[in-house]
């Protein structure tokens, strides 16, 4: 059976980082001129995709990038003190064991997406850790990836917790889950259409099972 390349977004698919992204971010907010985010105003950013949250913003798309490099830069500070989504190390294993190939692709640094792989000793559990400073242009490192690994679309299986990791997916041409846990909420995810929306990560490893089946033509 093929056993597929399973790649991870890193900011609250594999690690819990809103708590911190929202703190630095607020911490941020006088020198790029905007308001602090109130904890209720959380729940309404959720249901929005991301460009509608900066279509709203008062932020000018200009000083976006500066504000995100500003931000990972703030989060390296915080490594030591982010946690694992619960019950993911559990699942990693398990496709490990599976022989699965797996990888995290991410927008955030490198530097940082290491140091939490580190901190928690999660080195064995991935074969690569690949990041690229982007905001919608995820697909475009998607791409930069399977060329670079020789793999075609029809070989990656993608998790991710926004929306723009299902469209991200979608102009890629690579299967997507969804997961619930992370930052966009389940009702907004599910209006984009992924391939399978998942509520735990023990579930996971049968959405996997079924997307890998839909591509060989073998029954799970």
């Known amino acids: 059976m093929l056993r597929q390349t399973i790649l991870f977004d890193f900011d609250g698919t594999l690690a819990d980082t809103l708590e911190a992204i929202v703190e630095i971010t607020n911490r941020l907010s006088g020198e790029f001129g905007y308001d602090t985010i109130r904890a209720e105003e959380i729940a309404k950013l959720r249901n929005l995709t991301s460009k509608q949250i900066i279509k709203t913003s008062p932020i000018p798309i200009s000083k976006l990038p500066f504000l995100l490099q500003m931000i990972k830069m703030e989060l390296k500070h915080e490594i030591d003190h982010l946690k694992p989504i619960a019950g993911m190390k559990d699942v990693l294993k398990t496709l490990k064991k599976q022989g699965f190939q797996i990888g995290i692709l991410s927008s955030n640094s490198k530097e940082n997406v290491r140091g939490f792989v580190e901190k928690h000793r999660w080195e064995s559990l991935f074969d690569f850790i690949y990041s690229g400073a982007t905001i919608f242009g995820k697909n475009k490192i998607i791409k930069n990836f399977l060329r670079k690994e020789n793999l075609s679309p029809s070989d990656i299986i993608y998790i991710g917790d926004e929306t723009r990791d ?48 839909s591509v060989t033509g073998e029954a799970v």
Do not use: C, M, T, Y
């Open 166 to 213: 299902i469209e991200a997916a979608r102009k890629s041409n690579i299967k997507v889950i969804a997961v619930s846990w992370g930052f966009n909420s389940r009702e907004v995810l599910a209006q984009r259409h992924p391939d399978v929306l998942v509520d735990s990560p023990e579930q996971l490893i049968e959405a996997i099972a079924q997307l890998q089946a």
